[in-house]
């Protein structure tokens, strides 16, 4: 009691609490961004198994999850220990290199503990002391892996979407964002328009435009932001695609024709409309 007391009546406390968490979460994400695409492909790989009737991969681990194995270097198998996993300390006082083999460490792993770390105190300073931040971390720590996850994988698992989806709904209920009516719309709204898109696109041209989680996601973003904010997420999923594919063609040499997952986007314009879209939309329409 006196800890949350200490968040209620700190601010500065509060802050550093919900940064804090948010390394310790940035963290767990790093296992979800590299373990999951992993076990849904070898999901697959066991049903067109059994779907074609060929004998198992005796050489795959017996299990792989988000628990099990313990993390170690894929160069020389060593086991991470737990003075070796702590958030953003562990890879600079290893100077960002594995303990026994000296193999370089991917920056992605701090620099993913510290968004999560940045965007939560972000969540909560936006949102105060109260239910709708503990809700908005959910989804911003949600966000982020469906985030990389599309970026490295093109694929967004329903895993993730569909849960984000039903909290957005039940949430609802409560009027804590938006009401039930504004969240059963935004969710179907959301879904079915870029449905029709990808329809349309597909029947002009003979292509698909992008995926079926994208229409997941962005109905998962109505349920939580309602229909009357989605048209702030597609603005938003726009400016933001424009400026990665920029930043990529300029300093990448990613080649302009080569296409690009619209997830990350969503994700990005979702969780900004989550904090500022009401903001935007009353400015608007003054």
Not at 64 to 90: D, Y
Request: aromatic share 12%; glycine share 8%; net charge negative.
């Amino acid at each position: 009691m006196e800890v949350l007391q200490l968040l209620e009546s700190s601010r500065l406390f509060f802050v550093i609490a919900t940064g804090a968490l948010g390394l310790v979460v940035g963290s767990f994400l790093n296992v979800v961004i590299y373990r999951l695409p992993v076990m849904m492909d070898r999901t697959w790989a066991r049903e067109c198994q059994e779907h074609t009737g060929e004998s198992a991969n005796t050489d795959e681990p017996e299990r792989f999850n988000l628990l099990t194995p313990a993390s170690r270097c894929p160069q020389c198998n060593h086991r991470v220990t737990a003075a070796e996993n702590v958030p953003v300390i562990s890879y600079l006082f290893l100077r960002g290199r594995c303990s026994d083999c000296g193999t370089a460490i991917s920056m992605r792993y701090p620099a993913v503990e510290l968004i999560t770390a940045i965007l939560s105190v972000i969540t909560a300073l936006h949102f105060g002391y109260s239910m709708q931040t503990l809700a908005a971390l959910g989804f911003t720590w949600a966000l982020i892996p469906l985030f990389l996850i599309d970026f490295d994988h093109q694929i967004l698992p329903d895993s993730i979407t569909l849960p984000l989806l039903w909290a957005g709904l039940l949430l609802s209920l409560s009027n804590l964002f938006v009401d039930s009516q504004s969240s059963i719309i935004g969710a179907a709204a959301g879904y079915l328009s870029l449905w029709a898109i990808f329809h349309v696109f597909k029947l002009l041209t003979g292509k698909e435009g992008m995926g079926y989680g994208d229409f997941k996601l962005l109905g998962a973003i109505g349920a939580w932001t309602g229909w009357q904010a989605l048209p702030v997420v597609i603005l938003f999923s726009s400016v933001v695609g424009a400026a990665i594919g920029i930043i990529l063609i300029l300093f990448k040499g990613r080649d302009h024709s080569q296409p690009m997952p619209f997830g990350p986007f969503l994700a990005a314009a979702g969780w900004m409309t989550l904090l500022w879209g009401n903001d935007i939309i009353r400015l608007y329409l003054q």
